[in-house]
Nanobody, 124 residues
Framework: QVHLVESGGGAVQAGGSLKLSCDVSRYTGNCAMGWHRQAPGKERELVASISSVGIPTYSDAAKGRFTISQDNAKNTLYLQMASLRTEDTAVYYC???????????????????WGQGTQVTVSS
């Protein structure tokens, strides 16, 4: 069972920074890892992801302010968040994809493994 554990959430004022960490030592897949978030009353959304070869991708909301990275030696995934806004308030989830083989010989990756979430609250 893949077990992801986030840490680093908390409360910060608008304009401040936070760094989230996720222990991914139990993940041995070869698909992407990433950070999603869910604000009250809203659907969960992908904030940033990093491919198995280290290529990052960001949502429009995160671009230019958030940085996703991984430390393979420490088996840790990070999300550095800067210039935080009140609309960034949400529960942030670390996630990893699972690869599934298809009958046609190809395979697909999909978000399967999730952490318990960490609250980020940005006040004005």
């Amino acid at each position: 069972q893949v077990h992801l554990v986030e840490s680093g959430g908390g409360a910060v004022q608008a304009g401040g920074s936070l760094k989230l960490s996720c222990d991914v030592s139990r993940y041995t897949g070869n698909c992407a890892m990433g950070w999603h978030r869910q604000a009250p009353g809203k659907e969960r959304e992908l904030v940033a992801s990093i491919s198995s070869v280290g290529i990052p991708t960001y949502s429009d909301a995160a671009k230019g302010r958030f940085t996703i990275s991984q430390d393979n030696a420490k088996n840790t995934l990070y999300l550095q968040m800067a210039s935080l806004r009140t609309e960034d308030t949400a529960v942030y989830y670390c996630a990893a994809e699972r690869r599934e083989a298809l009958a046609n010989g190809f395979s697909v990756c999909y978000w399967e493994y999730w952490g318990q979430g960490t609250q980020v609250t940005v006040s004005s």
